[in-house]
């Protein structure tokens, strides 16, 4: 298996690891303080080689925003809170 290969795998791996982790834990409207009523994504800066890797990321965790469904995402100059990366 090739350098490139094993690091691929690698970050999948983490990825996989990183995304299932927090799948134990989930925002309920009672842990969110009550003056966030909603939220906003900033790019993942991707300082790796492989290419695209900050996009997926950032498309994964909005995935995960959205499909938990209590706060409504926004620009970041509007939003009450943003995750930064």
């Known amino acids: 298996m090739t350098f490139k ?5 690698f970050l999948f791996v983490l990825a996989h690891l990183f ?3 927090c799948g134990i ?3 309920r409207p009672g ?3 009550p ?3 909603s939220i906003a994504v ?12 900050g996009q997926e ?3 994964a965790l909005l995935s995960r925003i959205l499909s ?16 930064r990366t």
Do not use: M, Q
């Not at 900033?42 to 890797?53: I, P, Q, S, Y």
């Open 31 to 33: 842990t969110i303080p």
């Open 68 to 83: 938990e469904n209590i706060l409504p995402l926004a620009e970041p100059r509007a939003a009450h809170s943003v995750i």
């Open 42 to 53: 900033e790019d993942v800066v991707n300082e790796t080689a492989e290419f695209g890797l």
């Open 19 to 21: 995304f299932t982790g």
């Open 25 to 27: 834990y989930s925002v």
């Open 5 to 9: 290969a094993r690091y691929t795998v």
């Open 35 to 37: 003056g966030i009523k």
């Open 57 to 59: 990321l950032t498309t």
